[in-house]
């Protein structure tokens, strides 16, 4: 990394990750209008571990892609147009995704909510969705936030891992995690804001698949290889 690309010292790391994990649990708790939901508890204790255990990884073997997993502006040098725009799109379903079930379950009781062992599958889906988004990063350390080719660092194909098997892995393991967080809290209209976010994110698939392929050398020899994009046998 260059000087001008340096990961935060680890004090203002910490500071940044608290600031989003505290944002994480007010979206969720909020709405709620009380502390005492467990199911939210839990959900927040599941990603406070995962992106505990993701930062200390790529601390000590990726430095280069946590920094570029910690950038938060949804518009960045090189990134697609029409990113922007799928960005500013998925914006609006992924905040209710977060907010919705608070409102639902707790604070207005819009919906019945689920059963619990439907909330505890919910809650145990998480983990291999989170093992897989870590494999995924072991494999890929060039997985931008934004769509866009990195001339900078030379970005190139990977087929390894996850890659072998579907060529937008990370995209599958999100689908399953935005209908798994509305379900763990056991809201049923928070699949209405999760089912409009996965939409967008497949045609965003398709766009980025798109410009992968007219503009990343090697890809389209790849794609001969892994035909499917999110699913093997379906898509």
């Known amino acids: 990394m260059t000087q001008q ?6 004090p203002r790391l910490f500071l940044i990750i608290s600031a989003r994990m505290t944002a994480f649990a007010v979206a969720l708790l909020w709405p709620a209008g009380t502390w005492q939901w467990w199911e939210a508890w839990v959900v927040i204790g599941l990603w406070l571990g995962f992106v505990t255990a993701t930062v200390t990884f790529l601390l000590r073997h990726d430095p280069a ?12 040098k090189g990134q697609k147009g029409w990113d922007k725009v799928m960005l500013l799109l998925f914006f609006v379903p ?3 995704i977060y907010v919705i ?5 707790m604070r207005f009781g819009w919906s019945e909510p689920l059963p619990v062992w439907v909330e505890l599958t919910a809650m145990a889906l998480h983990l291999p969705g ?8 072991r494999e890929n350390t060039f997985l931008a936030v934004v769509v866009k080719i990195d ?4 970005q190139r194909v990977i087929t390894t891992g996850p890659y072998a098997l579907v060529r937008h892995p990370m995209y599958s393991a999100v689908i399953v995690l935005l209908f798994a967080v509305p379900v763990a809290l056991g809201s049923r209209f928070g699949l209405v804001p999760a089912a409009i976010a996965v939409v967008l994110l497949l045609v965003r698939t398709f766009l980025e698949d798109r410009t992968l392929y007219e503009e990343l050398q090697g890809y389209p020899e790849y794609c001969s290889k892994t035909r499917y994009r999110l699913l093997p046998g379906v898509w």
């Open 94 to 96: 992924g905040i209710g």
């Open 101 to 105: 079930p608070g409102f639902d379950v």
């Open 65 to 76: 892609l946590l920094l570029e997993r910690m950038k938060s502006s949804p518009v960045q």
């Open 151 to 154: 001339q900078e660092r030379g």
């Open 5 to 10: 690309h340096q990961l935060p010292s680890l």
């Open 130 to 137: 989170f093992f897989f988004i870590a494999w995924v990063m």
